[in-house]
């Protein structure tokens, strides 16, 4: 187990409540509607990128998360573009854009595939929203669990780490289908005499943060 | 023609998702792609998706499309010779 990365910040959206560092930045029970609510969110982020309303759900919730923990920690102020990772998990891949691109070509008679939709029907697609905003060029990857799975998360980013694959990385779970959205990103770093009073980058941290 | 301008203004704006801009704010000669809408190689498709659904038009000569798509009034006049529905 690495003792040498941490964890420098983190953010989680759920439940229409977003945490950002263990406080509660934004809480809005009355929304029913997930794009009304991330839409707030984005605007209220003040970040000008119309490209965000062309993005599935999934990578909405995905990019404003990220945008979310890089306005506490602008990596791209502290490294390389290529010593950036995004590491990125969740249960149902793209299962919502795979149904809506599935109703433009199930009907032979109604047959209008839709190449804007298409484009989101791989979950790699939100790292790369992520990457091309920020122009990340660092290793990653999308990981397919049942469930967020803390050990083996922090295990492959700190193997990342050690092995000077990269200086950073955002790295975490972002998951949406019609009945849940759910996410938490989170960024790990190697130490250095400022990060001393950090959280250490392991399972329990990272499963503590999650569930928290 | 004007009023086939506004009705591809506002599927455009629909079909592209361009929630950030109003009808009016679209300049019919200005060009869609690179400056102007700045729209990109997906907007493209997503258009020539939208011709063949709303208009029954299929672009057969793929080199006719950089006149075609060089503006919404060239798209206009396109569809005003060649729509089907």
């Not at chain 1, 060029?137 to 397919?144: S, V």
């Not at chain 1, 190697?190 to 959280?199: A, F, P, S």
Request: proline fraction near 3%; charge should be negative; include cysteine.
């Amino acid at each position: 187990m690495s003792k040498t990365n941490i964890i420098s910040d983190y953010c989680k959206i759920r439940g229409n409540k977003i945490i950002i560092n263990d406080n509660t930045e934004f809480f809005e029970e009355n929304y029913s509607n997930f794009g009304n609510f991330i839409k707030t969110i984005y605007k209220s982020t003040q970040i000008n990128y119309p490209k965000f309303y062309k993005m599935d759900d999934l990578c909405k919730l995905a990019f404003v998360t990220s945008e979310l923990i890089l306005k506490c920690n602008n990596l791209s102020n502290k490294y390389k573009p290529d010593e950036i990772s995004v590491i990125i998990s969740n249960s149902c891949s793209t299962i919502e854009t795979d149904t809506n691109y599935y109703n433009t070509i199930k009907d032979n008679s109604n047959y209008f595939p839709s190449p804007s939709v298409f484009v989101y029907t791989l979950p790699n697609i939100t790292i790369g929203e992520v990457c091309i905003k920020n122009h990340f060029m660092g290793e990653n990857i999308f990981f397919i669990s049942e469930k967020f799975d803390s050990e083996f998360i922090s295990s492959y980013v700190n193997n990342i780490l050690d092995n000077n694959k990269a200086q950073a990385c955002i790295c975490g779970w972002v998951e949406y289908n019609k009945d849940n959205y759910e996410s938490f990103l989170y960024i790990a770093e190697k130490n250095t005499d400022e990060n001393n009073n950090k959280l250490i980058h392991n399972a329990n941290n990272v499963k503590q943060l999650y569930l928290k | 023609m004007e009023e086939l301008i506004n009705t591809l203004k506002a599927q455009i704006i629909k079909v592209l998702n361009l929630e950030d801009i109003n009808p009016e704010d679209i300049n019919p000669d200005d060009p869609l792609f690179g400056e102007g809408l700045g729209l990109d190689s997906i907007d493209a498709l997503e258009l020539i998706v939208l011709l063949e659904k709303e208009y029954g038009i299929k672009i057969e000569n793929s080199a006719d499309a950089k006149k075609i798509f060089s503006s919404i009034r060239t798209l206009a006049e396109f569809i005003s010779e060649n729509r089907k529905k």
